[in-house]
T-cell receptor, first 116, second 112 residues
Framework: GAVVSQHPSRVICKSGTSVKIECRSL??????MFWYRQFPKQSLMLMAT?????????EQGVEKDKFLINHASLTLSTLTVTSAHPEDSSFYIC????????????FGPGTRLTVL | LAKTTQPISMDSYEGQEVNITCSHN???????ITWYQQFPSQGPRFIIQ???TKVTNEVASLFIPADRKSSTLSLPRVSLSDTAVYYC?????????????FGSGTRLLVRP
């Protein structure tokens, strides 16, 4: 299957700083990428849908000014957590789909964010 | 989007067959059923997808009755490494705005 990578895999930052997480599709062009957040022992929660060359679509309750998403190319989407606080500590996962159907989304390995 | 309901957890032993059933009473005509597996601190991994009847691949089988209001993921002869959370999702994969909405999932524990 296709490979999606994330960088970094783990990040620790101080409260008030911003953190950027990269999501790359390594061997295919992803027209759409998705960002999820997962708290311990909970399910994945979709945060936003990122389309190449256009603004991201955020799910209800997700602050677009706090979670900045950029999808500048067909192989790269970035999520920036601005002015991070301890409650933003979570596991952030991206996925990528391609073409007109999304019968199999490919997930990245996730990024563990810890805000002190 | 159709909502799914799964058992919160299941226990099994190595070598046994495990069947996880998912209810999706409001599934739409164009919706497909997809199952994902997730290990701790990893992204989900696609297992299998189907529309009706039975689908089988190298790791699992998916049984879907005629009314499509439920589906059963069957894992033959599980091993300890199959301990994971299994998610059932439904959606119209042909819709360009299709997005995966994860339910609570089923936490499977395989014991030696």
């Amino acid at each position: 299957g296709a490979v999606v990578s994330q960088h970094p895999s783990r990040v620790i930052c101080k409260s008030g700083t911003s953190v950027k997480i990269e999501c790359r599709s390594l061997d295919f062009q992803a027209t759409t990428m998705f960002w999820y957040r997962q708290f311990p022992k909970q399910s994945l929660m979709l945060m936003a849908t990122s389309n190449e060359g256009s603004k991201a679509t955020y799910e209800q309750g997700v602050e677009k000014d706090k979670f900045l998403i950029n999808h500048a190319s067909l192989t790269l989407s970035t999520l920036t957590v601005t002015s991070a606080h301890p409650e933003d500590s979570s596991f952030y996962i991206c996925s990528a789909g391609w073409g007109d159907s999304y019968n199999e989304q490919f997930f990245g390995p996730g990024t563990r964010l810890t805000v002190l | 989007l159709a909502k799914t309901t799964q058992p919160i957890s299941m226990d099994s032993y190595e070598g046994q067959e495990v069947n996880i059933t998912c209810s999706h009473n409001n599934i739409a005509t164009n919706d497909y059923i997809t199952w994902y597996q997730q290990f701790p601190s990893q992204g989900p991994r696609f297992i299998i997808q189907g529309y009706k009847t039975k689908v089988t691949n190298e790791v699992a089988s998916l049984f879907i009755p005629a009314d499509r209001k439920s589906s059963t993921l069957s894992l033959p002869r599980v091993s300890l490494s199959d301990t994971a959370v299994y998610y059932c999702l439904v959606g119209d994969i042909g819709d360009s705005s299709y997005k995966l909405i994860f339910g609570s999932g089923t936490r499977l524990l395989v014991r030696p």
